[in-house]
T-cell receptor, first 112, second 116 residues
Framework: DSGVTQTPKHLITATGQRVTLRCSPR?????VYWYQQSLDQGLQFLIQ???????AKGNILERFSAQQFPDLHSELNLSSLELGDSALYFC???????????FGQGTRLTVV | AQTVTQSQPEMSVQEAETVTLSCTYD???????LFWYKQPPSRQMILVIR??????QNATENRFSVNFQKAAKSFSLKISDSQLGDAAMYFC?????????????FGQGTRLTINP
């Protein structure tokens, strides 16, 4: 167990819908990262937050957004969902911006 | 932009034997980190081993060791005495040491099968 908790573990939703994925980082970790793992794109970095502020952005679609709250948990919001958004979404956390990142178990999103 | 390439989509090895997974990367930076992550069927991403680019000595973690060739931009993973529990997808990853660039860049992965 990495100490990073993601909910829900599985999510099935219809095209056009909006979902929220939640991540609780390890105790004390200030940095949260979101990654998407899909069959065609592999593992791709989406976005990073550090202590509530956006730190880096990767290949994140405009339909996707994220935030990190004062208690350091993070949410990834996916809207206007398309079939191609079906993927495994990972959250990772690290104590600081240059220390090891530990991954949660991921949320499997299926868009039908 | 940095890229990571794993040229072996699948590998198999007999239990108790040794196997080496290949990884090459491309970067213009001189300071960075390299990682091997394991993803078993449970899909959890588990850090196997880490290498700092400024260190000449190859990292070792129990049965896992790396061969880091900085000039060749090569970073292979050797698994000794393979066990059934080693069966998984293995991902090579790169991270810049530059402050503000902490994202991991992953290769496409190598699926490792252990034959009993």
């Amino acid at each position: 167990d990495s100490g990073v908790t993601q909910t829900p573990k599985h999510l099935i939703t219809a095209t056009g819908q909006r979902v929220t994925l939640r991540c609780s980082p390890r105790s004390g970790d200030l940095s949260v990262y979101w990654y998407q793992q899909s069959l065609d794109q592999g593992l791709q970095f989406l976005i990073q937050y550090y202590n509530g502020e956006e730190r880096a952005k990767g290949n994140i679609l405009e339909r996707f957004s994220a935030q990190q709250f004062p208690d350091l948990h993070s949410e990834l919001n996916l809207s206007s969902l398309e079939l191609g958004d079906s993927a495994l979404y990972f959250c990772a956390s690290s104590e600081d911006t240059d220390t090891e990142a530990f991954f949660g178990q991921g949320t499997r999103l299926t868009v039908v | 932009a940095q890229t990571v390439t794993q040229s072996q989509p699948e590998m198999s090895v007999q239990e108790a034997e040794t196997v080496t997974l290949s990884c090459t990367y491309d970067t213009s930076e001189s300071d960075y980190y390299l990682f091997w992550y394991k993803q078993p069927p449970s899909r959890q991403m588990i850090l196997v081993i880490r290498q700092e680019a400024y260190k000449q000595q190859n990292a070792t973690e129990n049965r896992f060791s790396v061969n880091f060739q900085k000039a060749a931009k090569s970073f292979s993973l050797k698994i000794s005495d393979s066990q059934l529990g080693d069966a998984a997808m293995y991902f090579c990853a790169y991270r810049s040491a530059f402050q503000g660039a902490q994202k991991l860049v992953f290769g496409q992965g190598t699926r490792l099968t252990i034959n009993p």
